[in-house]
């Protein structure tokens, strides 16, 4: 399983009713309903997708998450899951808030901005920056909201939801004290695991 699926199956409890959105291939709800039982489903909009997910035995439904969660209801699922998606999504703000309606607990993972060697590309050759963990030119991207951790943490605060957890990871999906010392600047990927305040 890649590396950044194993961080998130790392939260999640056995037994948990699961909500995977832009689910992929399926690799993540396989691996969970393999090794902890867990009751999932997948939303993803690609028909290819959605093939590989019934092939591996994952339930998926073909819904594109611009259009909401609202075909579900309330605390439906113990966790939903979104791993490098929100960038790519119309409204982060309406989803992240639909996420913990349907949820008890959500994940997020996206790729950092404020890196530093995004910051170095962009002042030094004035483009927007092509590395291994943003490798999309400006006019070919998905990502169409680019955040900063201090960005989302700022959102969160303003949606009044809970960081529970925090991990910051390198490009290869590790943690290092250094990226610890100031995460916004050397962290490539975040993962926060957020919850409800009420």
């Known amino acids: 399983m890649r590396p950044d699926l194993e961080l998130v199956a790392n939260l999640i409890q056995t037994d948990a009713r699961v909500l995977d959105l832009g689910c992929g291939d399926g690799e993540l709800l396989h691996n969970l309903q393999q090794h902890k039982s867990v009751i999932g489903y997948g939303l993803d909009k690609d028909a290819e997708n959605i093939g590989l997910c019934l092939a591996k035995g994952v339930n998926v439904i073909e819904q594109d998450l611009d259009e909401g969660l609202g075909n579900f209801q309330d605390d439906s699922f113990d966790m939903v899951i979104m791993t490098e998606t929100i960038q790519s999504v119309h409204n982060p703000l309406l989803l992240l808030q639909e996420m913990l309606r349907v949820g008890r607990e959500c994940v997020v993972t996206f790729p950092n901005f404020g890196h530093w060697r995004c910051r170095l590309h962009l002042a030094a050759s004035g483009k927007m920056p092509v ?68």
Request: charged share 15%.
């Open 131 to 198: 590395s291994a963990h943003l490798p999309h030119r400006w006019y070919d991207t998905p990502n169409i909201h680019l955040c900063t951790f201090n960005d989302f943490e700022a959102l969160c605060a303003h949606l009044n939801m809970l960081i529970l957890q925090r991990r910051v990871v390198n490009r290869h999906h590790n943690e290092r004290s250094l990226i610890n010392l100031a995460p916004n600047l050397f962290g490539s990927y975040g993962f926060y695991h957020l919850g409800r305040t009420t």
